[in-house]
């Protein structure tokens, strides 16, 4: 028996919507040297950011997201994490020479079962889940194609070749279209592979077969980032999603133990008397992921690296800072600097102090600065027990189009 002649083992049907994100400009304007949407912004990438709404609709949706052909690897791993759940939903395929192109790649690659399509530019990766909202519900009722615009508020003025105005225009018939565009796919599709000319607009395409195209209420955080100043706008905008900079701090405590070699920061001390633990017992280095991993909102060492793992048994420091310093990177965050406070009797850390940072910094990829102090005799330090390590991490929202803020 095949699949169709039995119900119970039949594949649920595509969703009725599917959305086409094109992401395939080169963002020449935006003077970035990567195309435009693996640009970031604040930690995130456009086409990642413009995926946002996509995956916040109220129903399902086929996605399909139209990549330049130098960056499939990167757009599917985007994708991936966008879409989560979803991901058996999502399809990213390579652009053409021109947008149409690139659409019709997006189209293409649509389940046939597909109602109605949204045309989505990655470049306009702020737009509200709101405005894709209106865009299919009045795609639905009407059966036309719908456009999201706002009012135009300037003043607008013909000028001639010679840059002189020479009227004004009368702005009450006029709108500043957005994205996503909205259609019904077998109307839209016929239309594109009809074309004669070469649109760089959805629903010129679409008015060009004779279709009507109507007007919903745009958002303006859907505005098209080009420039630089519109990337920096849109960088104020996402700001407010988490502070740009946060501190963590992190504590470690070891007991001494006679009977093994002391690891701290890093190093190896001779004739020293080492530390107890799971791992070589680097109270600064563990005290350092622990800040780090507190300043990312990433939990601290014993949940992330447990003593039940047997891959850090007798770990070096440099293993767990190593593993720290990526899942911070992952994490959306780069490293600004790390201070630590050793406080012990034993060893007299002076002498390697700038060794110490050195070996400290070349790992983190950070300034880290290390000083010591004892208690006077007060405490378990004071009576040579052990050695405790107090550290604090600055963190800076990441600018690497590669980070990704956990999301879900």
């Not at 001390?269 to 622990?290: M, R, Y």
Request: hydrophobic content about 45%; charged content about 20%.
């Amino acid at each position: 028996m095949t699949t169709a002649d039995d119900p119970a083992r039949a594949e649920p049907p595509a969703p009725a919507v599917g959305v086409v994100v094109v992401a395939a400009g080169s963002g020449t304007r935006l003077g970035q040297p990567q195309p435009k949407a693996f640009v970031p912004v604040g930690g995130r990438t456009l086409l990642d950011r413009s995926l946002d709404a996509v995956f916040a609709l109220a129903e399902p949706a086929s996605v399909v997201i139209v990549a330049p052909a130098s960056h499939l690897q990167e757009a599917t791993a985007i994708a991936a994490h966008a879409a989560g759940a979803a991901r058996d939903h999502v399809r990213v395929v390579a652009g053409g020479s021109t947008r149409q192109q690139s659409v019709q790649a997006g189209l293409a690659a649509l389940p046939e079962q597909t109602e109605l399509v949204l045309i989505h530019d990655a470049a306009r990766a702020l737009q509200t889940p709101e405005v894709f909202e209106r865009v299919i519900a009045r795609v639905r009722a009407d059966g036309v194609g719908v456009v999201p615009a706002l009012a135009v508020v300037d003043t607008i003025a013909r000028r001639d070749a010679e840059h002189r105005v020479l009227e004004p225009v009368d702005r009450s018939d006029l709108a500043a279209i957005q994205t996503p565009q909205g259609f019904p796919f077998a109307l839209y599709r016929a239309a594109i592979a009809e074309a004669a000319a070469d649109h760089t607009d959805d629903t010129s395409v679409h008015r060009a077969a004779g279709h009507p195209v109507v007007v919903v209420e745009g958002d303006a955080r859907g505005f098209k980032i080009t420039t630089p100043w519109d990337l920096r706008r849109a960088e104020q905008l996402v700001g407010g999603e988490r502070p740009a900079l946060r501190t963590g701090i992190g504590i470690d405590v070891h007991a001494y133990d006679e009977s093994a070699p002391l690891w701290l920061g890093g190093l190896h001390w001779p004739d020293e008397p080492g530390l107890a633990g799971h791992s070589d017992g680097d109270a600064i280095s563990h005290a350092l992921c622990d800040a780090l991993l507190s300043a990312a909102g990433l939990g601290d060492i014993g949940s992330r690296f447990g003593v039940d793992d047997p891959r850090f048994a007798d770990a070096r420091g440099e293993v767990f800072l190593v593993a720290t310093r990526e899942l911070v990177r992952e994490a959306g965050f780069d490293i600004v600097n790390v201070a630590v406070q050793v406080v012990a009797r034993r060893p007299r850390f002076a002498p390697r102090r700038a060794e110490v940072e050195a070996l400290l910094t070349r790992i983190v990829g950070a300034p880290v600065s290390v000083a010591a102090t004892t208690t006077d005799g007060l405490g378990f330090t004071g009576r040579g027990e052990g050695v405790a390590a107090i550290a604090t991490a600055l963190l800076a929202a990441s600018a690497d189009p590669r980070a990704a803020e956990p999301r879900r």
